[in-house]
């Protein structure tokens, strides 16, 4: 028995022994449908999993948000006042407050917490009649676009979400290690998920001038941490004439100096965010080598996506990244390397094969009906510990 199966039938045990209808509510998000980045996408698969399981299931969506209306396939969205867009960061903090004050007036049985940075500050007003489940997300503190002061307060918010949650997740294991070892709590392991995608039409290339396999791509938000740099400086100073299609919002400051500083070679494409499934995986499965810069942080959703198109992938070499890879991948830690990835990359038998490899992960490990059960599982055992 595999080990995909395996895990999917411990869970089935531990729901047919226990199971009921909860009220669960997802906060921390900009909301769903997915317009934004991996929580929002989490929140979208889970809330629908979990609403089809039996459970009444709410997500709070920003006011911001491009979806108004108050519920999304069955599932209840509340909005929220959010000021991030007149006033930055400091915005989400009172978007979360915002949520945190309208969850104490409802009954909810648990509140699941996606990530923490703008949440935990509030942790002495979270309602004390639910179960605080958080995601703790990667390790913020780590994020290089960060200064040092912002830094110490990240730690200091993650710190505040251990004391006041009464479970925590891991979507990593290497973050599972890291909160066990600072922290000395015990976490839920429960990874993202990606679908299996059907063959993509090659034909969706020449919306954007590409043609299949003469072009190389990578998908990330803008911000340091993803390496844009490295591997665009190691593409660029090579002699391909193939093209780099860079796929990602722009519009802050860190991508606004990527346009600038790449922008004067031809080769270089800047597409901005693209939220269509069918467009991004004919982009991904038809690329020469698809970079995924991501150094911090856990499971990152878009690198299982990739593998789910059946990317060839170069990856940024770093232990959240090889948990997920293990030997499956290219890896590069300098521009150098990209260069070198750009130069010699041929798609052979032995390429076939990562992406088979990487294709059973994806049917395995990280699909979203087992991950939607672990979820329930954990949700489950822990509001039935609460109650005892």
């Not at 039409?201 to 190389?216: A, Q, R, S, T």
Request: charged content about 20%.
């Amino acid at each position: 028995m595999g080990k995909n199966s395996s895990r999917y039938i411990s869970c089935l045990q531990k729901i047919y022994i226990i199971k009921q209808s909860l009220h669960i509510a997802i906060i921390g998000t900009r909301g769903i449908p997915n317009h934004y980045g991996g929580f929002e996408q989490v929140a979208q698969y889970l809330s629908v999993g979990l609403l089809n399981k039996g459970h009444t299931v709410t997500v709070y969506n920003s006011n911001d948000h491009p979806y108004k209306q108050n519920e999304w396939q069955g599932v209840q969205i509340i909005h929220c006042y959010d000021a991030e867009k007149f006033i930055g960061t400091a915005g989400q903090f009172i978007y979360d407050l915002n949520c945190i004050r309208n969850a104490r007036k409802k009954n909810f049985d648990v509140i699941l917490f996606l990530g923490y940075t703008s949440s935990s500050v509030w942790g002495k007003l979270f309602p004390k009649n639910a179960v605080v489940i958080s995601n703790m997300d990667g390790m913020e503190w780590k994020r290089s676009k960060y200064s040092g002061p912002v830094k110490q307060f990240l730690l200091y918010a993650e710190k505040l979400a251990v004391k006041y949650s009464d479970h925590l997740i891991a979507d990593s294991t290497a973050v599972q290690k890291y909160l066990n070892k600072k922290y000395q709590v015990q976490s839920s392991y429960i990874p993202y998920g990606a679908e299996l995608t059907e063959e993509p039409d090659e034909n969706i290339l020449k919306l954007f001038g590409l043609v299949k396999y003469g072009y190389y791509m990578l998908m990330a938000r803008m911000e340091p941490e993803n390496n844009i740099d490295m591997i665009l400086d190691g593409f660029c100073k090579t002699d391909s004439d193939k093209q780099f299609i860079v796929v990602g919002n722009t519009k802050n400051s860190f991508g606004k100096k990527m346009v600038a500083k790449y922008g004067f070679d031809k080769r270089v494409h800047f597409s901005g965010a693209i939220f269509d499934k069918t467009t991004i995986n004919a982009l991904r499965k038809f690329c020469k080598l698809y970079f995924h810069g991501h150094s911090v942080g856990g499971t990152n959703p878009s690198l299982l996506e990739a593998m789910a198109s059946g990317a060839i992938i170069a990856s940024h070499d770093n232990e959240f990244n090889r948990a997920v890879l293990q030997n499956d991948a290219f890896y590069f830690k300098a521009a150098a390397e990209v260069e070198q990835l750009c130069n010699s990359m041929e798609h052979t038998e032995a390429t076939a094969i990562i992406v088979e490899k990487n294709l059973e992960k994806i049917k395995e490990q990280f699909n979203w009906p087992v991950i939607v059960n672990e979820y329930e599982a954990m949700i489950i055992d822990c509001y039935n510990k609460s109650v005892k």
